[in-house]
């Protein structure tokens, strides 16, 4: 049998509103209970009062509670009514029409009656809640807000222009009614913990808030002393027309940003402070993707590669590499390593031969090892350096890296044990000293010869003319024997060919020889940082295949794939996770123009700068003595 529980409602204008749902049951519960099927929500009714049940042709009204049901004109607890007939029943304020429509029994429930003065249950909470015992909310609420206000608006602003006005100078300073309450009333306007880099301006708001309610402007960072002079990271017009297109919310609160002073492109806009320890940068890899991901569909002239996730779909590197060396000014490109770029030095160094383990070179190392602390076989560290940083290396030099094995020593005096050196990376004091060398010993050699020892030689012209001769022989002599031992320096087997090029003279004269020009890069990878140090606990041959290089002119940087082993992107997980900002600046000024010379530069790279005008150019006087004679050096010295 299906019931259909009618609800009828009735509008202050005596309109109805009936609501039916469909039971399928052959019995109904009526009551206060909010799981009876007829729910009738009165104190007067039980809570499961009477049930409803359809027994073939009859209807049965029976009462389960201590309350009647009242049915033709009189109370009673059981009621049998045909299901033909429309009956009607009574149970408090509410009137129950129960009668068949088609196959249906309909039970229509509506509230004749008004509320009774029986205890309702909105009375119930009256009587028993404590609204009477404690402050009204709409009181409470406003007691609240006007202290709110006082103290978090009225007091901060009382103090704020009070301070400036009682001192200028030192507008900051805590005044003493304040230090009454142990804190700055202003600091309760504080959205966090400042960051460490800013932690001297925690008791010092106006330092950046220079007016109330106004947030930090550029200027105060730019003009502070802090941050004055520093890059943006490309120029204005390029950084707006870089920033993909905004929807329409987006374009209202540009504006709305605009009309308030508030500049979107402001320091701001990336640097958030009160952040704690989380800092004042926002490294978020989307704060970079915004543009960059695809950023050639707007500067259609840039050069740069779009990019957005690391191991999705980033480039492989491209090291800024020497394509044409030069002492002042290097001719420098950024090529791809997919593209297996070179780069020209103007040095001609095999790293294979000095790694090999079996070969001379960890022979003679193993020679100098108690000398210079070599192990059995030479390695990458003992070479090169890590600077202070721990970033970048420091520059080979020749002297302090390769001066025990390569010695330039070409004479040593048998009287004192003083060795004569070659200056290094300068081919003309070279050909100097050589020349210089020779003609003083023929000099030396002729006077001995001459005088026999003594002061005394035999008078006439004849005599003289036999000495002239002689001297002029023994200069012949000495430019012959200087020009071959020039020759030999700078050609196969010499002091300067196996690691220099070689600018042979177009006439022949060996006093002609030059070296190309030596051109070091200092960073091949100028627009990233990279720490070394925080790589220390892998081998440097882990990444870079220094062991099966035969030229100097290989670049051995690892691809990105080395990278991928342990990087991955901001959101992967079981790997590192790597954003923009842990290989780019984004205010790249922290280095200096690439290979620019200058002072600290010369330094550095005293064997490939041009010589200054006030530097000494006597050969060797510069340099510092090398400690070690080479077998090269002592064939040369038996040679003379």
Not at 547 to 570: F, K, M, Q, Y
């Amino acid at each position: 049998m299906t019931f259909i529980i009618r609800k009828i409602r009735r509008r202050p204008n005596g309109q109805e509103v009936v609501r039916d749902q469909p039971v399928n049951k052959t019995e109904l519960t009526v009551g206060r209970a909010t799981e009876c099927d007829i729910y009738l929500p009165d104190l007067t009714v039980s809570l499961n009062h009477a049930t409803i049940e359809a027994a073939g042709n009859s209807i049965r009204v029976q009462a389960t509670s201590d309350r009647p049901v009242k049915a033709k004109g009189k109370f009673g607890t059981r009621f049998v009514f045909p299901a033909k007939d429309e009956n009607t029943i009574g149970i408090g304020p509410y009137q129950i029409k129960i009668y068949k429509e088609d196959d249906s029994i309909v039970v229509a429930t509506e509230r004749t009656e008004e509320k009774t003065q029986m205890l309702q249950p909105e009375d119930e909470e009256k009587i028993f809640s404590l609204k009477k015992a404690v402050i009204g909310k709409r009181s409470h609420a406003w007691f609240w807000a006007l202290v709110t206000v006082f103290v978090a608006i009225a007091a901060p602003l009382y103090y704020f222009y009070s301070d400036r006005k009682a001192d200028v100078a030192n507008p900051i300073e805590i005044r003493a009614d304040q230090e009454l309450i142990g804190t700055r009333v202003d600091q309760l306007w504080l959205s966090g913990p400042m960051s460490l880099a800013h932690t001297s301006l925690a008791d010092n708001c106006n330092a950046c808030h220079l007016n109330a309610f106004e947030s930090v402007q550029d200027v105060t960072c730019l003009s502070s002393g802090c941050h004055d002079g520093i890059r943006n990271h490309a120029e204005q017009d390029d950084l707006w027309a870089s920033k993909p297109p905004l929807s329409a919310g987006e374009e209202i609160l540009r504006s709305v940003a605009q009309f308030t002073g508030k500049n979107e492109m402001a320091c701001g806009s990336c640097h958030m402070e009160h952040n704690g320890r989380e800092g004042v940068i926002l490294t978020s890899e989307g704060t970079c993707n915004d543009c960059h991901a695809d950023m050639d569909t707007r500067l259609t002239d840039t050069d740069l590669i779009n990019v957005s996730h690391f191991d999705v779909d980033h480039p492989n590197f491209r090291p800024t590499v020497i394509t044409e060396p030069h002492f002042d000014n290097p001719v420098t490109a950024r090529i791809s390593l997919d593209d297996n770029p070179k780069s020209y030095s103007g040095l001609k160094f095999p790293h294979d031969i000095h790694l090999e383990a079996d070969g001379a070179v960890a022979k003679q190392a193993m020679d100098l090892a108690d000398e210079w602390g070599f192990d059995e076989v030479l390695g990458c560290e003992d070479c090169h350096q890590t600077n202070a940083a721990g970033a970048l290396f420091l520059p080979v030099n020749m002297e302090q890296n390769c001066g025990m094995c390569h010695s330039l020593a070409f004479d040593q005096d048998p009287e004192t044990g003083y060795i004569r050196t070659l200056r290094h990376g300068e081919p003309q004091d070279v050909i100097a000293s050589m020349q210089d060398f020779y003609n003083s010993s023929a000099a030396r050699l002729f006077d001995e010869s001459n005088t026999g020892g003594s002061t005394r030689r035999r008078p006439g012209d004849v005599a003289q003319l036999r000495e002239d001769n002689r001297l002029v022989d023994s200069l012949l002599f000495a430019s012959d024997r200087a020009r071959q031992r020039v020759a030999e320096i700078f050609n196969e087997g010499g002091a300067c060919y196996d690691c220099h090029v070689i600018v042979e003279p177009e006439d022949g004269d060996p006093l002609k020889y030059d070296i190309s020009h030596v051109s070091l890069e200092e960073q091949f990878m100028p627009k990233t940082v990279f720490h070394h140090e925080s790589h220390d606990f892998m081998n440097c041959l882990d990444c870079h295949e220094a062991e099966t290089s035969d030229s100097a002119t290989d670049v051995l940087l690892p691809g990105i794939d080395n990278c991928l082993d342990c990087h991955r992107s901001e959101t992967t997980v079981n790997f590192i996770p790597s954003n923009c900002l842990m290989c780019h600046e984004y205010h790249d000024d922290t280095h200096q123009p690439f290979m620019t010379p200058d002072d600290s530069s010369r330094t550095r790279h005293a064997s490939v700068w041009p010589k200054r005008d006030d530097e000494i150019s006597v050969a060797g006087s510069s340099l510092p003595q090398a400690v070690t004679v080479t077998a090269e050096a002592t064939n040369i010295l038996q040679d003379q």
